[in-house]
Structures are given as structure tokens and as C-alpha cells.
């Protein structure tokens, strides 16, 4: 997606956690997405923020900083079942207010 | 209740030749999103329906292709005229409420179209 950028992909050890970074640029800012995607999967939603801050649910977490055009994706307690794409997307009124993602980061989680 | 469906799931079809990808939203949502995925890449914004608002038709690659969504309901994707850069998969997307809203999109399972 335009001006969203992620890495494009990432390991970590299974119990640990990993924060996955998503950077953007964007006028008319109307909030951010995460999803989860497994291989040959379609993409689940997991988080949205709008306001800067950090949203919990559970092991994941999701943090915004307006000002900065950065957010980010903790996870905590890493599983085997957590190596999936995280695609971060953002809705805003330069867009249409349609949802654009970024590429995607790949986390592999390894024993 | 009943997610998004696409049908069909997998298509393969020779170069040349015109395809229709459908996608049943779930019942009452108003904002209909089509978007192309390739392998091992990010999805790709194709088209946007809100209610009865114009669709937003900023992302299709090519005038080979359309889609119309039927009575704020069901949407149908047609690719003209395939060529082999059209295989991927195109994921379906529907959401309660489009703009600015903060609901999330609900994906369908894909339509893997293979042009050979």
C-alpha cells in the first residue's frame, strides 16, 4: 500500500515476545487496522486504534501514535500458531476512507 | 450467522477468455471491498461500494475490469480478456458501515484464479 511500510518479515522463539512495526503517511487520518493472516488463509481482523495509546486484548496488544505516523503490534507469549503474515492498514480521508495495507510482515515463530 | 462467500473458490481458465468472481456479503452490511492478492504479496485495493454511494474504482488495474454489486447486496467481479498477470486471488470484503467508520472488514475465503 502507498506510504505504509512494515518489515517484511521477522523471526522469534516461541514464549517470547515481538513487536512488529508499521509506519505511514497519510492525510485525513480516520484510524488503523491490524490483521492476521495465515498461509492460504483470508485475513482475520485483530486490532483497530483510532486515538493515540495502547489497545490490549489479550496476548496481543496494539499501540498508535499519531504524530508520529507510528504504530505498532506487540505479542506476547509467543505459539507456534502465531507465524502468520500481520498486515497493518489504514483508513483515511486522502484514501476515500477505504482501508489500504501495507505489504505485510511474516513472523515465523520457531522452538 | 453466515460469513462472506465467493464463488468459485478456485477458477483456472485460458488466456483470453472472460471470468466472473461473485461474493455474497454478510446480510446488511453496506460497504463491499474487492482486493487482489498475489503470492507471497500484500492485498491490493481493486473497488469499493458504499450503500448507494458511486463505487470507488480508484484500484482496478485496467479497463478489463468491472464489477457491479446488484441490489446493495451480492457483488460480481468480471475480468475481461484474462491475461496471465491476472492470477491471484481475489479476496472479498464486507463491513457494517464504510467511511470513517471504525468496523472492521470481514473477509470471504478467495476465488484463486489461475490463467494459463
Known amino acids: 500500500g502507498q506510504n505504509i511500510d512494515q518489515p517484511t518479515e521477522m523471526t522469534a522463539t516461541e514464549g517470547a515476545i515481538v513487536q512488529i512495526n508499521c509506519t505511514y503517511q497519510t492525510s485525513g487520518f480516520n484510524g488503523l487496522f491490524w490483521y492476521q493472516q495465515h498461509a492460504g488463509e483470508a485475513p482475520t481482523f485483530l486490532s483497530y486504534?483510532?486515538?493515540?495509546g495502547l489497545e490490549e486484548k489479550g496476548r496481543f496488544s496494539s499501540f498508535l501514535s499519531r504524530s508520529k505516523g507510528y504504530s505498532y503490534l506487540l505479542l506476547k507469549e509467543l505459539q507456534m500458531k502465531d507465524s502468520a503474515s500481520y498486515l497493518c492498514?489504514?483508513?483515511?480521508?486522502?484514501?476515500?476512507?477505504?482501508?489500504?495495507f501495507g505489504a505485510g510482515t511474516i513472523l515465523r515463530v520457531k522452538s | 450467522g453466515a460469513g462472506v462467500s465467493q464463488s468459485p473458490s478456485n477458477k483456472v481458465t485460458e488466456k483470453g477468455k472472460d471470468v466472473e468472481l461473485r461474493c455474497d456479503p454478510i446480510?446488511?452490511?453496506?460497504?463491499l471491498y474487492w482486493y487482489r492478492q498475489s503470492l507471497g504479496q500484500g492485498l491490493e485495493f481493486l473497488i469499493y461500494f458504499q450503500g448507494n454511494s458511486a463505487p470507488d474504482k480508484s484500484g482496478l488495474p485496467s479497463d478489463r475490469f468491472s464489477a457491479e454489486r446488484t441490489g446493495g447486496s451480492v457483488s460480481t467481479l468480471t475480468i475481461q480478456r484474462t491475461q496471465q498477470e491476472d492470477s491471484a486471488v481475489y479476496l472479498c470484503?464486507?463491513?457494517?458501515?464504510?467511511?470513517?467508520?471504525?468496523?472492521?472488514?470481514?473477509f470471504g475465503p478467495g476465488t484463486r484464479l489461475t490463467v494459463t
Open positions: 470484503a464486507s463491513s457494517p458501515g464504510g467511511g470513517s467508520s471504525s468496523y472492521e472488514q470481514y
Open positions: 446480510s446488511g452490511h453496506t460497504a
Open positions: 492498514a489504514v483508513k483515511s480521508r486522502e484514501y476515500g476512507n477505504k482501508l489500504v
Open positions: 486504534n483510532v486515538l493515540d
